[in-house]
């Protein structure tokens, strides 16, 4: 006689602790599984549960962000993610962990988590990925400011005209790897512009406060200009700059004796005359 499975426990409600990053998230295994399509939901599918390894009895541990996560869990319980430019701070008891848009995106790529304008669409709402092609346009300007600003320390004017972009006054160096940063945008950039340049240029000013960012509507020459350039070398907080750097292990200003031009120039002819001797 087969024996009876009455009492055998709802495979679909085991509950499930997911360790991220050494933080500790438990949820039901029907929760992830209702989204079969991401990470998550195909890993805890039933027909894969003897694949699975857990490093303690039913937790298992993954090598990513645990305070990012807690979006993620966000989209299993609601089928949203609850995030926005204005409140991107995590709120832990002692201390307040800052969350740009990247590092998220990076997760939602990561656990396959679909979500307008974090590289998917959801029930249409991006239907032609716009949400999508401007947010690329971004991320191009922050690897520009990120990357190509603060390794040349130059000013750097892009100008975005209507199939084109041009530079303006440029090293050649520098152009190649700015035109290569912006080329899959080269026939749609002036368009985005056209319609956020004021949402543009204040995503800048926020988002690079070390940097010099303008954009700028040339009305009568049919083309936007997006300057970049590193802020005043001089306005910098030398003792800041000091505190921060490897300067900070090697010298203790202190301890240094200034050497003025004069005792120089007195060394200088010290030792031409004792070549001459």
């Given amino acids: 006689m087969e024996k009876s499975n009455s009492n055998r426990p709802n495979v ?10 050494g933080i500790k998230y438990e949820t039901y295994r029907s929760t992830l599984t209702a989204y079969p399509d991401t990470l998550l939901g195909t890993m805890f599918q039933e027909r894969n549960k003897s694949l699975l390894v857990p490093t303690n009895e039913n937790e298992y541990f993954f090598d990513r962000d ?3 996560f807690r979006y993620i869990i966000q989209f299993y319980r609601t ?21 740009n848009r990247r590092e998220l995106e990076l997760e939602l790529d990561y656990f396959q988590v679909p979500y307008p304008g974090f590289g998917g669409s959801i029930g249409g709402i991006d239907e032609f990925g716009v949400v999508e092609l401007v947010d690329g346009f971004l991320n191009a300007l922050d690897n520009v400011a990120y990357h190509i600003i603060k390794k040349y320390h130059a000013t750097i004017k892009i100008q ?9 006054d440029v090293d050649q160096d520098m152009v190649s790897s700015v035109s290569e940063l912006l080329l899959p945008f080269k026939l749609v ?18 988002n690079h406060k070390s940097i010099d960012s303008r954009v700028m509507k040339r009305t009568n020459k049919g083309y936007y ?5 590193m802020k005043d070398f001089n306005s910098l907080d030398d003792q800041l700059v000091f505190k921060y750097s490897k300067l900070s ?11 003025t031009s004069d005792t ?14």
């Fill in 12 to 21: 679909s409600n085991d509950r499930i602790v997911l360790n991220v990053g």
């Fill in 66 to 68: 645990g305070l990012i």
């Fill in 79 to 99: 089928g949203e993610i609850f995030w926005a430019e204005e409140t991107n701070f995590i709120y832990e008891p002692t201390q307040n962990v800052y969350v």
């Fill in 160 to 168: 975005f005209r209507l199939g084109m972009i041009d530079y303006d």
């Fill in 189 to 206: 950039g002036y368009k985005i512009l056209c319609k956020f340049d004021k949402e543009i240029a204040a995503y800048l000013l926020k």
């Fill in 225 to 229: 200009e997006i300057r970049l350039s």
């Fill in 249 to 259: 292990k090697v010298v203790d200003p202190s301890k240094i004796i200034s050497i």
């Fill in 264 to 277: 120089f120039n007195n060394d200088e002819n010290n030792e031409n005359n004792y070549e001459d001797n």
